[in-house]
């Protein structure tokens, strides 16, 4: 299994704090060494880095961290490989354009039965569940969809689109335009909202930050994640089956989905 | 006007040497200041960093210098903007999914008219007039062959294809999968094939390399630029029109074109 780290918000933001955070997952704290993938929104472009080392000794993870990049949107991914090689194509996020945008994705569990569909426009370059997952997904909201529609009708339509894999298996994942990250929970999945009166948060590897001395007092930032990264922060545990829309930091829509011991195959 | 290069091998080659002396002309000894791009493939992955800062000075590219990637097939750029804003969606190289595989591709030149096609599948997301014309290409490719065609097939649709769009202004490419290279020419392209017995190459900032001395026998690199990088090397320049198509290090196919001065539009 994976893990996910999204953020989404209405400043642009330094990343760095949760990034070291979770890519000591990759291979220090945690066991999830196969590799890691990064993508930082800006404005339309989209800069993605990628490593099949593990993230936490990884010499391109250290640069990340050190560039300090700003972003809105950002998602990342540490692999722990259940299906498809070791290799860059099968390094997560994914990307491809829809709708003049790029459109990036991160996906955590596994989905059995996703098979390649031919006859659909995009097609997956590695051998992952979750590339072709990805791609049964940019495909059926292109055919939807031949012009871009408005985001509600763009959540509506993620959600009907994912339901159906999510009933193959687990499927916890971030999406995200650059505008706005969608995040969809089977089993694992906690965001925090972090807005003003900003204090200090507290990291499950004992480094704190007092996010006071770098925020204005407008900023609002989403950190959605498998796991908790801090220990004192009210972090949002969603349901299997929920759903949440992020925008500017903030919640915009929500399907909160049941608990998660209610659905039998997950 | 912007600068290419391109490299197209037989072997994993580190293009360390001829990327040093092509990104100081990103601020140093020429005036391409609108920032870089470079695509390494990496099996069927692709490794993409790009800076809207100039490649000369710009941290990015001493770090991507310091890793000494080695890879089948490179694409650079270096920038200097005549259509679209200096920013990150319209920094070349760009990079689309094309019958599951990485296409990537980069211009040097202006064509005009080539407005964005709303029925076709693939979409800039920049506002170049290289990305417009990237985007045709691959729809057009997309159209004529659903599923993939042989590379000769590849190679002729691409002139066809292209041809039209060349009608427009000056067109200058370079265009990879991974798997093998296409250039095109209007005004300046010229390209290398380095194999054995392997001498010193000496470049025109005046630092050298004994290529011998890291290199088998049985090695192919083919090096493709807008300005032959070294002095000392039989660089072949491109006609107008013409077309080389390289892979494994090797000229596979080939169109030769006219005298620059032939066409006059360009």
Known sequence: MC???????NTPTDITFSFDGFRRRGGLTDHHTDGFGIAFFEGKGVRVFRDNRPGASSPMAESISQYQIKSLNVIAHIRKATRGDVNLENTHP??????????????????EGV???????YQPIGTTDSEAAFCRIVSELKEMY???????EIFDAVVKVTERIAEHGVFNFILSN?????ARCT???????RKAPFGKALRDDDVSIDFSQYTQITDKVTVITTQPLTKNENWIKMKNGGYV????GDVLYE???MLPEAKPHV
């Not at 893990?3 to 918000?9: E, R, V």
């Open 255 to 257: 399907i909160e989905g």
């Open 94 to 111: 994914f990307i491809r354009e829809l709708w003049g945008e790029n459109w990036v994705f991160a996906h955590n569990g596994t989905v």
């Open 245 to 248: 829309f992020f925008k500017d």
């Open 115 to 121: 098979g390649v569909c031919e006859e659909c426009h």
């Open 3 to 9: 893990q996910l780290l999204g953020m989404n918000c």
């Open 187 to 193: 089993t694992n999945l906690h965001y925090v909202c």
């Open 178 to 182: 650059g505008h706005f990250m969608i």
């Open 146 to 152: 031949p012009a871009k529609p408005s985001e509600k």
